[in-house]
């Protein structure tokens, strides 16, 4: 091995240190083997008799376990990358059925039911293609939010002039399971902001903002509809308080509503130091 022996030479004339050299050990009728080799002068004051440490490390079992890991890693995303398409697909036909469904059934309040079921399943398939589009098990919120807040607006607004869903915010990135919570949350009060807030064809803006501050962020939809009605004609608590309140109190956050004048915020926010309350009137 002329290069190792020329590199053990160069060790032991001081100008060198053999660090991590890898060669392949070929032997008859044996298995090549993969060997590390490191090595170093031993200074022990005797000037005349020159010293090395050599270690040799067999890495090949090593570095076959890391192969397998790699190529398991590779199947796994191929593999989770076939499901997303499934889910998608799936999430798809579910949509249609629903508005089959709908078109079909006589009663108003059935009808109603399955259109709202059909919005949360299409604001769960834009969940879905924008996790599924997420680098690095990441996602950056800005983008997110707004296609999230796109497709609910094809799905429920027929007339773009009247309504509109605007985003702000900032350059916030967080984990995947985090940002399926976001998103649920979004959907649900956005889509209540959409039922309720604007009857009688009323014109108006949902604006969507999200800012955060090292662990700490605020989460607020605001309309400038009619307002939060009061007493008697405030509407009883739905499905989506419910998932709004499950999601937020897993957040570790605190819900509340205020009168924007026109309209209503809704506002979620979080802090590292502060306790998990969860307070939320309102019907989704």
């Not at 030479?9 to 100008?15: I, K, N, P, Y």
Request: charge should be negative; glycine fraction near 6%; include cysteine.
């Amino acid at each position: 091995m002329p290069k190792l022996e020329s590199l053990l030479l160069a060790t032991a004339s001081g100008s060198a240190n053999i660090q991590a050299y890898e060669l392949e050990l070929k032997r008859l009728d044996q298995k090549t083997r993969q060997l590390v080799v490191n090595a170093q002068t031993l200074n022990d004051g005797d000037v005349n008799h020159i010293r090395l440490l050599l270690a040799v490390t067999d890495v090949t079992d090593a570095r076959a376990e890391a192969r397998l890991k790699d190529d398991l890693i590779r199947d796994k995303a191929i593999l989770l990358q076939e499901v997303q398409h499934r889910v998608a697909n799936s999430l798809q036909i579910i949509a249609s059925v629903l508005m089959q469904s709908a078109r079909r059934v006589q009663s108003e309040e059935a009808r109603g039911h399955l259109h709202n079921a059909h919005h949360r399943v299409m604001s769960i398939a834009a969940l879905q293609r924008q996790l599924s589009t997420s680098p690095g098990g990441s996602v950056e919120l800005r983008t997110y939010f707004k296609q999230l807040c796109q497709s609910l607006g094809a799905s429920m607004i027929a007339d773009p002039e009247r309504l509109s869903i605007q985003v702000t915010a900032d350059n916030s990135a967080v984990e995947a399971d985090v940002s399926v919570s976001l998103g649920l949350i979004v959907t649900e009060l956005v889509i209540n902001a959409l039922k309720h807030a604007f009857p009688d064809e009323r014109s108006g803006t949902i604006l969507l903002d999200y800012q955060s501050s090292g662990k700490d962020w605020t989460l607020s939809i605001t309309d400038d509809g009619i307002g939060m009605p009061a007493g008697s004609d405030a509407p009883k608590a739905g499905l989506g308080t419910g998932i709004v309140e499950a999601l937020v109190k897993n957040l570790g956050g605190e819900i509340s509503l205020s009168d924007a004048a026109p309209g209503t915020i809704v506002k979620i926010s979080h802090q590292e130091s502060a306790g998990s309350q969860t307070s939320y009137s309102n019907a989704a």
